[in-house]
């Protein structure tokens, strides 16, 4: 997408550009209805938090949480073989079928939905109670790599029913969207860099979102 200025200040700036990008492709969809088509973001914890509010807002709608979790390799913790959500919705990539047996993998899987349980606990309040139901669910992380945390959130989407599954985020590989395309109705990218390497290098800021933050931005948006 053209005027897309990179790397990203922070997260914010990250979500009030993919805002700008995201207004007019709704607006549109919306203008092909025969009814007023509802949107609710639901931002993957905890990082894309900070970009979906500002999504939310430029939207006027409600923010929603999906907590998926990497599983990952006993013998390297940055390594994800897959992803499960809280819910206990779950996707394998091939390193899983290579590496380790059945039991191992179920063993981590549960690590991993637990962490995501323990997290959405904590956010659950803050969340409001949105029925999507007819509804464009739009699911907004600060970047994709492997791709695995956002496809598993899709099924988790998926399981709510809405009328269509959006996926927005500000920075992905090369390719990414052909990978899950298959999954949702509709990527938006603002840009997708070759080589990638990571999400991080794409901004000036990127330090962790603490909870507390997390749930300041689930907060402004319910009072807003």
């Not at 053209?2 to 200040?9: A, K």
């Not at 991993?112 to 959405?120: C, D, G, M, Y």
Request: charged share 15%.
């Amino acid at each position: 997408m053209s005027n897309i200025i990179l790397p990203f200040r922070d997260r914010q700036d990250a979500g009030e550009q993919l805002a700008i990008a995201l207004k007019p492709e709704i607006e549109q969809w919306q203008a092909n209805l025969t009814h007023s088509g509802r949107v609710i973001v639901y931002a993957l914890p905890r990082g894309g938090l900070p970009v979906a509010q500002p999504i939310a807002e430029a939207l006027r709608c409600p923010l929603d949480v999906i907590v998926a979790k990497k599983i990952t390799s006993a013998q390297n913790q940055e390594l994800a073989v897959g992803a499960v959500t809280a819910c206990g919705q779950v996707v394998w990539s091939a390193l899983s079928q290579a590496e380790g047996s059945g039991k191992t993998w179920q063993s981590r899987q549960a690590v991993a939905q637990q962490r995501a349980q323990e997290q959405l606990a904590i956010l659950a309040p803050y969340c409001p109670r949105v029925e999507p139901q007819g509804a464009i669910a739009l699911l907004v992380d600060d970047g994709i790599a492997t791709g695995m945390t956002m496809a598993v959130a899709i099924l988790a989407a998926r399981a709510r029913c809405p009328a269509q599954v959006w996926v927005a985020t500000p920075v992905a590989p090369v390719g990414l969207e052909q990978q899950l395309g298959t999954l949702c109705d509709r990527m938006i990218i603002l840009a997708t860099p070759d080589p990638f390497l990571s999400v991080s290098r794409f901004y000036t800021q990127f330090e962790q979102v603490e909870m507390s933050e997390a749930v300041d931005c689930l907060s402004h948006q319910s009072q807003g």
